[in-house]
């Protein structure tokens, strides 16, 4: 007894009775039909389950687009402060330090803007948390971490500008930056994890 490959993915074990491993026509037949209804198969992919904003009910639907605009003027502010971060310091500590500042005076506005959206009764998340009681810890959780960020950049920014002087070592004050953005960077993405696992729609798609 030996097996025959057939299209590279079927064995089947053929008696060998002096004929070589040949299969019967009808054999042959029946698996090559398999094999192209097999190959024709469409693989299930990952917008599969992904719903299109046009699908989402007209309140939800204009909770989305105040979601994703706050999530655009966010993004953006959050984008010129890592541009900033980026820029060289020695020897001009100052005029970096004041950039910084700058940034975060962009930054701040778009966070009380997204939180005071969180804040709305009729926004998305709000929206969700009424309708999936399973998630409202969730909903809370990102409430609460985007005051608690909001508060962070706001006192950062507080501290940089009150000094005539650098207020810390540039790499310091980068640290302290960095850890913001990430930590605002996460937030979004679970965010995005919450709407998705609510309402199968993807509100990071523009990030």
């Known amino acids: 007894m030996q097996e025959v490959e057939f299209y590279n993915f079927v064995k089947i074990p053929v008696q060998n009775e002096g004929m070589g491993p040949f299969l019967h026509r009808s054999v042959k037949d029946n698996l090559s039909s398999y094999a192209l209804r097999f190959s024709s198969v469409r693989r299930p992919t990952v917008t599969d389950h992904l719903n299109k904003p046009s699908e989402l009910s007209t309140s939800q639907r204009h909770g989305f687009d ?19 971060i980026g820029r060289a310091a020695p020897g001009r500590d100052l005029d970096w330090q004041a950039d910084i ?28 948390a009424l ?22 950049a706001r006192s950062l920014r507080e501290q940089l500008e009150q000094s005539e002087e650098p207020a ?38 523009n990030d």
Do not use: C
Not at 105 to 127: F, G, K, W
Not at 141 to 147: K, Y
């Open 66 to 84: 105040v979601s994703q605009g706050d999530r655009i003027r966010s993004l953006d502010a959050m984008h010129v402060l890592e541009s900033m």
């Open 101 to 128: 500042v700058d940034a975060l005076r962009q930054l701040e506005p778009a966070l009380r803007q997204q939180q005071a959206s969180y804040e709305d009764p009729t926004s998305l998340l709000a929206e969700i």
């Open 168 to 205: 810390w070592d540039y790499a310091d004050v980068r640290e302290r930056l960095h850890a913001l953005l990430k930590a605002l960077h996460h937030h979004r993405a679970r965010e995005a994890d919450l709407v998705f696992e609510a309402l199968s729609v993807d509100l990071g798609i």
């Open 131 to 152: 309708e999936h009681p399973r998630l409202r810890t969730w909903v809370r959780q990102l409430h609460r971490q985007w005051s608690e960020l909001a508060a962070n």
